[in-house]
């Protein structure tokens, strides 16, 4: 029977936990011990092994049993590092989180399953973490900026009575819209999303390798049902392959997220040149369902 170390470490502000059996250990750690009630926190799940033994496989790991908080957005990245000497592999789950409610939050235990080199499924499990959702983080404002906050709500009040005519306009606006928006197909929608939410100009470049990664994997979820939520790289390139996907399009899949993987996790600043391409490259993905619709449409 393998037996089962349990190290618990607490680092000021910050908490972590983590297991260790044989040579995998697991790893959850919070960002912070309390969250603002309209913030979120980041909590970290992470699993180690020696990247050369080759003897384990990372199956599966349970989403997060929370309590007063619910979960935003995930994550999944995989790095290998060397570390004295020894490549170690690291997969890195990321769970970003957000208070219901004032008062106490909890994370129940979170359980990876593995197999080893014959097959024998094993479980690591990470223990209960807690934090505490606090008082929203409030906007500034000053005394001298109140008299104008309150002329503003007036005036909000006076323009009221002034609109309340065109109501029944602004909804016939509206429901056309809605309707226009119906009518697009899935890549116009993300063609538009795409323009609107990535900047190539912008100062913050590690933000639209982001924004493009994640546009990116909400696009291949709705259109070709592949599960993105949790899956890394290599998961969701495998999973193009047994759709049977042209080549060509997994080649372009595989450039973009491949890029934005190593920008987040390499901190750098990114590369506007880099950036572009990646952005012609969505952009082509989505450009030729559409042309070829409309082709299909004027024949």
């Not at 969250?35 to 997060?64: C, H, M, Q, Y």
């Not at 990876?112 to 409030?138: F, M, N, T």
Request: proline share 3%; glycine share 4%.
């Amino acid at each position: 029977m393998m037996k089962f170390a349990l190290t618990i470490a607490l680092f000021v502000p910050h908490m972590v936990f983590s297991q260790q059996e044989s040579s995998v250990t697991l790893q959850a750690r919070l960002a912070s011990e309390r969250v603002p009630l309209n913030g979120t926190v980041k909590l970290t799940v992470e699993a180690r092994w020696l990247a050369k033994s080759g003897d384990f496989t990372i199956d599966s790991i349970d989403e997060p049993k929370l309590t007063n908080l619910q979960l935003v957005e995930t994550a999944t990245s995989n790095q290998v590092l060397k570390e004295n000497q020894t490549l170690v592999t690291r997969r890195i789950y990321e769970y970003t989180l957000q208070g219901e409610t004032y008062g106490m939050a909890y994370i129940d235990e979170m359980r990876l399953h593995y197999s080893d080199s014959v097959g024998q499924s094993h479980i690591l499990e990470a223990p209960r973490l807690s934090l505490q959702v606090v008082d929203p983080i409030a906007g500034p404002m000053s005394n001298d900026s109140l008299p104008i906050a309150v002329a503003g709500l007036l005036a909000l009040l006076g323009a009221v009575a002034a609109i309340l005519w065109s109501n029944d306009r602004k909804k016939n606006r509206k429901q056309v819209a809605a309707e226009s928006e119906a009518q697009q197909t899935l890549e116009q929608q993300f063609t538009s999303r795409l323009r609107q939410e990535v900047d190539v100009h912008a100062g913050n470049l590690s933000e639209q390798y982001q924004n493009i990664a994640q546009l990116l994997r909400g696009y291949l979820h709705q259109s070709m049902a592949i599960e993105t939520r949790v899956a890394t790289t290599e998961e969701l390139l495998q999973q193009l392959h047994s759709q049977q996907i042209e080549m060509s399009k997994i080649t372009s899949v595989q450039e973009i997220l491949q890029a934005c993987d190593v920008q987040k996790f390499s901190g750098g600043s990114g590369d506007p040149s880099q950036l572009n391409r990646l952005f012609s490259l969505f952009e082509t993905l989505l450009q030729e369902p559409i042309q070829a619709k409309n082709n299909a449409e004027q024949s």
